[in-house]
């Protein structure tokens, strides 16, 4: 049975609002300024569980990894750093790409940490068949459904190296940063997550309405009711 403590100290399931695999894998520090800061990317386990979420991997394929990164502790760790790294840069990149906008020229310093990531992955990947019937259609760069889908994707389908969890977030991000939603790239008003703005004006703000959204609404309300008060206590003359 659950105690009241227990509940509370458990954090949260991580919202996925990025629109984007490269950019959900950036969000995984949920609540980043907040007192509830949660790391969801902290351990192996956490990228494999994370990673069987957004479907890049396989229910198979996540025990096959679980059951190695055991044996193989010293490399699991050391693929926990690289994925903070990639985190990292992936932050880096495309949180100066939202505020300054895209320019090969601005990026090339991150792109020359991004690039190795990439370099990696590539060597390793295979080429596979889109089909949606089938638990490794995996690979996608899109964090929800796409509105079209190529006939064939990259693939890394039964590696049993650690750092296959890495790959098709790296892929993701070197096809967003040459692909033609680079501009749709934006920082929420609050906080840094990063998300892709789908809205037509180009005028979404928040990472979630119901977050940072919500909290932003209720501190203008408090703000506004303060001001009021304020105002209304300058008006009182004493006799």
Avoid at 76 to 102: C, K, Q, S, Y
Wanted: net charge positive; glycine share 6%; with cysteine.
């Amino acid at each position: 049975m659950e105690t009241p403590t227990t509940q509370l100290s458990r954090p949260r399931e991580l919202p996925i609002i990025g629109g984007h695999l490269a950019l959900d894998f950036a969000n995984t520090v949920d609540d980043p300024l907040g007192p509830e800061r949660h790391d969801h990317a902290a351990t192996y386990d956490d990228l494999v569980a994370w990673s069987t979420r957004v479907e890049t991997i396989s229910d198979t394929q996540a025990g096959r990894l679980r059951r190695l990164a055991r044996r193989e502790t010293g490399y699991a760790a050391r693929t926990v750093e690289r994925a903070h790294d990639l985190r990292d840069t992936l932050n880096d990149l495309f949180g100066r790409i939202a505020e300054d906008g895209p320019g090969a020229t601005r990026t090339a310093k991150d792109w020359t940490r991004l690039r190795p990531f990439v370099t990696e992955a590539m060597a390793a990947a295979t080429l596979a068949d889109h089909d949606h019937d089938h638990d490794h259609d995996r690979g996608r760069g899109r964090s929800g459904p796409r509105p079209a889908s190529p006939l064939l994707r990259w693939a890394w389908p039964a590696s049993d190296d650690l750092a296959v969890i890495l790959h098709p977030v790296a892929v993701a991000a070197a096809d967003l940063l040459v692909g033609d939603e680079l501009h749709r790239v934006s920082r929420c008003a609050r906080c840094p997550w990063l998300f892709l703005d789908t809205s037509k004006n180009h005028s979404r703000r928040w990472c979630d309405m119901n977050d940072c959204g919500k909290a932003q609404k209720i501190e203008r309300y408090v703000a506004r009711r303060a001001a009021r008060r304020t105002a209304g206590g300058a008006k009182v003359r004493p006799g």
